[in-house]
């Protein structure tokens, strides 16, 4: 099973996207946990993930976590703005699964 952490300022906005991405999953038989975090949880929550995404509005925070990534040696990404905004649940599940590696 593949952890898909995402990241937002209080992990509100990413709900509706994790649904979306879960959904997607189901469809296509892709066994994933994902679920999102504000920002203050994130740093824990990455020990139990295998990638991190980040919300667009957090992308300043981007450096941050990866000091924080790298040694624990999860890949992130930010999430595609355009992708985040139209809640492409199957946009945003191809990328975490392709910094995953599969």
Do not use: H
Request: charged share 30%; glycine share 8%; net charge negative.
């Amino acid at each position: 099973m593949k952890k898909i952490l995402l990241a937002c300022s209080s992990g509100m906005s990413t709900s509706m996207l994790v649904s979306k991405m879960e959904e997607v999953a189901n469809n296509k038989e892709i066994d994933v946990e994902i679920w999102a975090v504000g920002q203050d949880k994130a740093q824990e929550d990455m020990k139990k993930a295998d990638v991190l995404l980040i919300g667009p509005q957090m992308r300043f925070m981007k450096k941050k976590f990866e000091a924080i990534a790298g040694e624990a040696g999860i890949p992130l990404d930010v999430i595609d703005p355009i992708a985040y905004g139209r809640v492409d649940g199957e946009a945003v599940l191809n990328k975490a699964l392709e910094l995953i590696g599969d």
